[in-house]
């Protein structure tokens, strides 16, 4: 069933394309002057332990403009920043997270399974995972504590990076009352904060409402449902959302491209663009949708797209906001479709485990390193835009 549904989407998706049907203008979206941002995918899960305190620093000390994370409801009412319902992918434990507390989550080594360039991978010889035991004082990192390397609190997130902003996403067990049940903590959590430089997105639509309902103040990027809706049709996106966070490629079927970047800008929507799995993380992909005018990426190779913004002299977020680049201005002659360089196969979204794993990138090179023990210098501090968001589709 679930098959024959993404395959009827495929078939409406290439029928339609993008329709010009026009979407409720968002009016001042701050997002849209924060270009163009390196959002680290949990923090660059190819080049550190996804989701830990060791990979925020490190994304934050490479130049990047916020922080993606994920966020499971544990046992004791709290939300753990880790990317699967179980710790079985990325922990010296087994079982769901919300069988466990946040305490407990603490103590977990979430660099176990982590290897460099290919992010958490089981079954390596022990040599493959350099990182292994940080958590227990088993191996020693410069400039970090152990404790960087266990399951880290939302809490212990905002409270370590003020002034940094933060992409979180809403993820549950499975289920619809799982990911409302998260929404719920979440949205309680953050009504009263004064920061505004966060973004909330989901998979589920239904848990972004009731994050609204709880916390209007709050900016969001698009559910899963409101997308497709965009996209099919230019239908009017709920109200809070300034963002849509798409994978490049859906189904097969490419979606960031000028046209519908331009479309997104027309509208009043920032575009922030994920991989996992969607295409690769490499530099010529990073380069291509820089090229399309996409607000930000959300690379799992931090460091590999600040190369490319160098090489390329990509402007970044300045305080006050930062205008369309010449060759993004906007245009209203039409543009064509851009190609599929990276050509990758077709992706299931709605995988049926409520757990997936996403894809191994492609192993470490010459030039991609991985993983670097951290400096005891403090590094240069990066200028920050003035807000941050999260992510709709993300596996």
Same mark, same amino acid.
């Given at each position: 069933?679930?098959?024959?549904?993404?395959?009827?989407?495929?078939?409406?998706?290439?029928?339609?394309?993008?329709?010009?049907?026009?979407?409720?203008?968002?009016?001042?979206?701050? !997002?849209?002057?924060?270009?163009?941002?390196?959002?680290?995918?949990?923090?660059?899960?190819?080049?550190?332990?996804?989701?830990?305190?060791?990979?925020?620093?490190?994304?934050?000390?490479?130049?990047?403009?916020?922080?993606?994370?994920?966020?499971?409801?544990?046992?004791?009412?709290?939300?753990?920043?880790?990317?699967?319902?179980?710790?079985?992918?990325?922990?010296?434990?087994?079982?769901?997270?919300?069988?466990?507390?946040?305490?407990?989550?603490?103590?977990?080594?979430?660099?176990? !399974?982590?290897?460099?360039?290919? %992010?958490?991978?089981?079954?390596?010889?022990?040599?493959?995972?350099?990182?292994?035991?940080?958590?227990?004082?088993?191996?020693?990192?410069?400039?970090?504590?152990?404790?960087?390397?266990?399951?880290?609190?939302? %809490?212990?997130?905002?409270?370590?990076?003020?002034?940094? $902003?933060?992409?979180?996403?809403?993820?549950?067990?499975?289920?619809?009352?799982?990911?409302?049940?998260?929404?719920?903590?979440?949205?309680?959590?953050?009504?009263?904060?004064?920061?505004?430089?966060?973004?909330?997105?989901?998979?589920?639509?239904?848990?972004?409402?009731?994050?609204?309902?709880?916390?209007?103040?709050?900016?969001?990027?698009?559910?899963?449902?409101?997308?497709?809706?965009?996209?099919?049709?230019?239908?009017?996106?709920?109200?809070?959302?300034?963002?849509?966070?798409?994978?490049?490629?859906? +189904?097969?079927?490419?979606?960031?491209?000028?046209?519908?970047?331009?479309?997104?800008?027309?509208?009043?929507?920032?575009?922030?663009? !994920?991989? %996992?799995?969607?295409? $690769?993380?490499?530099?010529?992909?990073?380069?291509?949708?820089?090229?399309?005018?996409?607000?930000?990426?959300?690379?799992?190779?931090?460091?590999?797209?600040?190369?490319?913004?160098?090489?390329?002299?990509?402007?970044? $977020?300045?305080?006050?906001?930062?205008?369309?680049?010449?060759?993004?201005?906007?245009?209203?002659?039409?543009?064509?479709?851009?190609?599929?360089?990276?050509?990758?196969?077709?992706?299931?979204?709605?995988? +049926?485990?409520?757990?997936?794993?996403?894809?191994?990138?492609?192993?470490?090179?010459?030039?991609?390193?991985?993983?670097?023990?951290? %400096?005891?210098?403090?590094?240069?501090?990066?200028?920050?835009?003035?807000?941050?968001?999260?992510?709709? !589709?993300?596996?």
């Amino acid at each position: 069933m679930r098959t024959a549904i993404v395959a009827s989407l495929s078939t409406l998706l290439l029928a339609v394309g993008t329709t010009t049907a026009a979407s409720a203008p968002v009016a001042d979206n701050p !997002w849209l002057g924060q270009r163009v941002m390196d959002m680290a995918h949990s923090g660059g899960e190819d080049e550190a332990p996804m989701n830990t305190m060791y990979a925020f620093e490190r994304a934050e000390s490479l130049g990047a403009d916020m922080l993606e994370l994920d966020v499971q409801l544990t046992a004791d009412g709290d939300l753990a920043v880790i990317h699967n319902a179980t710790v079985d992918d990325s922990t010296d434990h087994t079982g769901r997270v919300d069988a466990y507390t946040m305490d407990q989550l603490r103590a977990m080594d979430a660099a176990h !399974w982590f290897v460099p360039g290919r %992010s958490t991978v089981h079954d390596d010889p022990s040599a493959s995972y350099p990182l292994r035991g940080a958590r227990h004082g088993d191996v020693s990192v410069d400039g970090h504590e152990p404790s960087d390397f266990g399951v880290a609190s939302l %809490s212990d997130v905002l409270e370590r990076f003020p002034d940094t $902003p933060v992409n979180i996403e809403i993820k549950g067990t499975g289920t619809p009352q799982s990911f409302l049940d998260t929404a719920q903590v979440l949205g309680e959590r953050l009504q009263g904060t004064d920061r505004r430089d966060l973004i909330v997105g989901s998979f589920s639509d239904e848990a972004l409402v009731r994050f609204h309902e709880l916390a209007p103040a709050i900016d969001m990027s698009a559910g899963q449902d409101a997308m497709i809706g965009y996209y099919l049709s230019g239908t009017p996106l709920p109200d809070g959302v300034v963002a849509l966070q798409v994978p490049i490629t859906y +189904s097969g079927i490419r979606v960031v491209t000028r046209d519908f970047v331009d479309r997104a800008h027309r509208d009043g929507y920032a575009v922030h663009a !994920w991989f %996992s799995g969607s295409a $690769p993380d490499d530099a010529a992909t990073y380069a291509q949708v820089i090229g399309t005018c996409v607000d930000a990426l959300m690379p799992a190779r931090p460091s590999v797209l600040e190369e490319v913004f160098d090489d390329l002299g990509t402007e970044r $977020p300045v305080p006050g906001g930062t205008a369309p680049r010449a060759e993004c201005a906007p245009d209203t002659s039409p543009q064509p479709s851009d190609p599929d360089p990276t050509d990758p196969q077709p992706t299931d979204p709605h995988p +049926s485990d409520p757990q997936p794993s996403d894809p191994e990138p492609t192993p470490p090179t010459a030039e991609d390193p991985g993983v670097d023990t951290p %400096s005891t210098d403090a590094p240069q501090e990066p200028e920050r835009p003035a807000v941050v968001q999260t992510d709709g !589709w993300v596996l």
